[in-house]
């Protein structure tokens, strides 16, 4: 079955990087794309960005443009989404997600929990 | 940017019909997708390509879109579906979502 698996929880100082990992398994992978959507608390989900398992091609929402990177490692099959510069404003909850404009996002992580504290 | 707007809150009494509705420019044109949201969970899809079900979302919940609204419709509601409800659109590529709505039943 399909499945995603994120990594836990991250506590990091402001002006820090976070990276946050998410296994895939269970689908060809080079069929869909692996997406990474946050929500901070009582906000509306935010997507930032996509990958294209095939060709590592990718594409950034523009307000995260040059902060965000998000990649892919095909032996590991698994998705980084690795966030620098960080604010408070980046403490959310980080999900990856599969999907295509298609198919909407039909299976998600767990969610990995970002604190960002001085 | 593109702007989707959704009422904050929805209640409703048990039995009976809920409408979610989605706003944005042109939303009759973009496919549309609708995720339920509870606490400390995932959000899970109901909808996509404004109508469609994946498997084992049953038939009692249902989509429409018309000019620049797209509407969720969940009939028979019942406690469990007591959420947060949030629909997506893409635009130029870029993924936008809704404010999320509330539902109470």
């Known amino acids: 079955q399909v499945q995603f698996v994120q990594s836990g929880t991250e506590v990091k100082k402001p002006g820090a990087s976070v990276k946050v990992s998410c296994k895939a398994s269970g689908y060809m992978f080079n069929f869909y794309a692996m997406h990474w959507v946050r929500q901070a608390p009582g906000q509306r989900p935010e997507w930032m960005g996509w990958i294209n398992p095939r060709n590592g091609d990718t594409k950034y929402f523009q307000r995260f443009q040059g902060r965000v990177s998000i990649t892919w490692d095909t032996s590991a099959t698994t998705s980084y989404m690795e966030l620098s510069s960080l604010t408070f404003e980046d403490m959310a909850v980080y999900y990856c997600a599969r999907g295509n404009v298609d198919t909407g996002f039909d299976y998600w992580g767990q969610g990995s929990l970002v604190t960002v504290s001085s | 940017s593109y702007e989707l707007t959704q009422p904050p809150s929805v209640s409703v009494s048990p039995g009976q019909t809920a409408s979610i509705s989605c706003s944005g420019n042109m939303l009759v044109d973009k496919f549309v997708s609708w995720y339920q949201k509870k606490p400390g969970q995932s959000p899970a899809l109901l909808l996509y390509q404004t109508s469609k079900r994946p498997s084992g979302i049953p038939e009692r919940v249902s989509g429409s879109s018309s000019g620049n609204t797209a509407t969720l419709t969940i009939s028979v509601t019942q406690a469990m579906d007591e959420a947060d409800y949030f629909c997506?659109?893409?635009?130029?590529?870029?993924?936008?979502f809704g404010g999320g709505t509330k539902l109470t039943v």
């Open positions: 997506q659109a893409w635009d130029r590529s870029t993924v936008f």
